[in-house]
DNA sequence: CCGGCATGTAAACGCATGTTGACTTAGGTT
DNA sequence: AACCTAAGTCAACATGCGTTTACATGCCGG
């Protein structure tokens, strides 16, 4: 009973986690407001009116992928308590890998404001947790006024493969044909360690 | 007869500009299919039909802006061909302060793939063509395997910025309150020289 | 075997969108 | 002053959207 089939219908609980899956690579790559609930239903092989059945509303949907999200961003699934070389290690592994909508990480970084009020105010909710919750990882916090330089690194790193899953896949734009993943990564960890680790000096002289 | 008047109506150019304007913030903040025509028109402040009347269509108006954004694009403003501390100076400086979605580059940047087809070609052309530009700029040529990697720093230079402008505009995520404006362009600028500057040493033992 | 319920479908509604055609108004020319 | 053309408005349209209501279908316990 615990073993659940992926593909048939008649399984309610089967159809609701593949309409997430749909709704979440549309909304990655379309954002909320260009996603129709029709593609989504038409990707899964379902009928629209599921969709409301199921979430509610379209909102209600984005809330299910961003509330899985969530979940699926528990920390300590991202990286151990330590060091932060493992903490870029695992987020360069998240996102160097193009393109994947169902990685949780990019879905997050991926979404954009939409003019739609309350999808925004959810997005923004979810990626506050998310800084929070990075910052718990690190050992940073907000409070402590010496760590924040961190904070504000991490914050870049993140911003940094962000903008690289979007040169990437959004834009269409494809790093120079020879260079090799190993190219693309090395320089960019090393960058990203530096940024994470050398501390502004806030106090220092 | 050369001096345009930039508020009132009853002048086809200024309002054909205004247009445009009010067209690349929407644009550049809600995506393209999220925009509708009567926001735009709202903002100008005249009627929508003027837009199909002048552009002929949504993406005649969206291809306007970007044609524009290109011409401003012209590498000579950006940057003086040179050194690269000069390009990422002049990037930095278009970029960090936010927001500003009349800056073309961040509008180019900003732009992400609509599931419209044909906007996102007109896109995808426009960003093909500042890349090939900036290369120019900095006196490389794609054909060279040598200068590849430049290249490709380049575009990760460009990734950084734009992610940063998602973090901080976009998703409404603001770098932590106690960072001045040199905490945050500082090392963020020596990252990226670092990443322009230091070769991946392509045929180098 | 069969009723009942969960699962899925079909069609329609109300609304917002992009676009179009006919109409109105301002401003310069004669 | 009369006029004409450009500049702008207004109302309507076809279409696609999210959502709802009514209907069909498979599955399980008696």
């Given at each position: ?9 008649r399984?309610?609980?089967?159809t609701r ?11 990655a790559?379309e ?7 029709r593609h ?11 969709i ?7 909102e209600g ?19 151990r308590?330590?060091?932060v070389?493992?903490l870029?290690?695992?987020l360069?592994?998240h996102i ?8 949780p990480?990019?879905l ?7 003019g739609d ?6 997005r923004?909710?979810?990626l ?6 990075l910052?718990g990882?690190?050992?940073w ?10 904070l504000?690194?991490a914050?870049i790193?993140?911003?940094t493969?962000?903008?690289l899953?979007?040169?990437?896949t959004s834009?269409?734009?494809q790093p120079v044909t ?8 090395e ?7 530096a940024?994470l680790?050398t501390?502004?000096a806030?106090?220092?002289?």
């Amino acid at each position: 009973m615990d073993n659940q089939q992926t593909t048939t219908g008649r399984d309610a609980a089967g159809t609701r986690r593949r309409l997430v899956q749909a709704a979440r690579r549309r909304f990655a790559t379309e954002g909320f407001r260009a996603t129709t609930v029709r593609h989504i239903a038409a990707d899964v092989g379902v009928n629209v009116a599921l969709i409301s059945r199921y979430f509610g509303s379209k909102e209600g949907l984005f809330e299910a992928c961003m509330s899985r999200t969530v979940d699926e961003l528990d920390p300590r699934r991202i990286t151990r308590p330590g060091t932060v070389d493992e903490l870029v290690d695992r987020l360069i592994g998240h996102i160097i890998e193009l393109p994947n909508p169902d990685d949780p990480l990019q879905l997050l970084l991926l979404l954009r404001s939409s003019g739609d009020e309350r999808a925004d105010a959810i997005r923004r909710r979810t990626l506050e947790s998310f800084t929070e919750r990075l910052a718990g990882v690190a050992g940073w916090r907000a409070e402590d006024p010496t760590t924040e330089p961190l904070l504000l690194r991490a914050q870049i790193a993140i911003a940094t493969m962000l903008g690289l899953v979007m040169l990437r896949t959004s834009t269409g734009v494809q790093p120079v044909t020879s260079a090799t993943s190993a190219d693309f990564t090395e320089p960019l960890g090393q960058a990203l360690r530096a940024l994470l680790t050398t501390a502004p000096a806030p106090t220092q002289e």
